[in-house]
């Protein structure tokens, strides 16, 4: 029971992660679309944290599909499956010379990413309560059995 606990907080990291990587870059998104950074900046910004971003979202999506909790892979899985294809199709990058033609385009996606990874946010904080309130529960039953208190 201890390792739900564990993959529930480790969960609870990543999905923060996720969440902070993605508004960073929507942020940088809005700052260029007011003119606050220019083209050059904002696509070396967000591009030294897509890989990373796109690590921490697929080993979180196979931790959910190796420890069986299907409903949060399934929430998932097809934004692991759009990583892979944009990373397989060398899309994963952006192109300084174009920004500003997909600007709305990348906005969009990056607020339906938002919105996903809050969704999971949503399950992963219920579980990590339950699950820790389970095992608080089990070890709280096991010293009275044992006859210490």
């Not at 870059?25 to 591009?47: G, T």
């Not at 990373?52 to 949060?72: D, K, R, Y």
């Not at 399934?74 to 952006?94: C, E, G, K, V, W």
Request: negative net charge; glycine residues 2%; proline residues 3%.
């Amino acid at each position: 029971m201890a390792w739900q606990l564990v993959l529930w907080l480790y969960a609870f990291a990543s999905v923060i992660s996720l969440i902070a990587l993605n508004a960073y870059q929507l942020i940088n998104l809005s700052d260029l679309e007011f003119d606050y950074i220019n083209p050059y900046d904002l696509s070396s910004r967000i591009n030294a944290v897509v890989i990373p971003e796109f690590l921490v979202q697929g080993i979180l999506c196979a931790s959910f599909l190796l420890t069986w909790h299907w409903f949060p892979f399934l929430i998932m899985a097809p934004i692991t499956y759009y990583h892979i294809n944009l990373f397989l199709n060398r899309r994963h990058l952006i192109d300084v010379t174009e920004i500003f033609r997909l600007l709305n385009g990348e906005k969009k996606y990056r607020i339906i990413k938002l919105a996903i990874y809050f969704s999971i946010f949503v399950i992963v904080i219920y579980r990590l309560v339950m699950s820790a309130v389970l095992l608080l529960m089990d070890e709280d039953d096991g010293s009275l059995e044992s006859g210490i208190f």
